[in-house]
């Protein structure tokens, strides 16, 4: 695909923003945010489940029986997910 090909799809796509409503792009941001940090801290070793993942992101709830370090390296995964959204 060239360029020129992907700056048209990206168009299209910042058009059919709008017509999503804004709870679900938050929802979807969020799912993908969770879902995102959960699986590259896999890759590393951290033995967080998605669910637990989740609880930690949304509700600030370690889940028992695991490492202070998996989940810091969550939160921490968490917030390189923000950098790279927000601030490139």
Sequence with gaps: ?????LLKKRDQYQKSLSSIPEYTL???????EVEYTQNS???EGNTLTLIETKVLLEDGIS???KKLRESR????????VWQIRYEA
């Design 1 to 5: 695909m060239d360029y020129a090909a």
């Design 26 to 32: 938050q929802t979807y941001e969020r799912a993908f």
């Design 41 to 43: 801290t896999a890759i």
């Design 63 to 65: 889940a028992g029986g």
């Design 73 to 80: 390296a969550e939160e921490g995964s968490r917030y390189e």
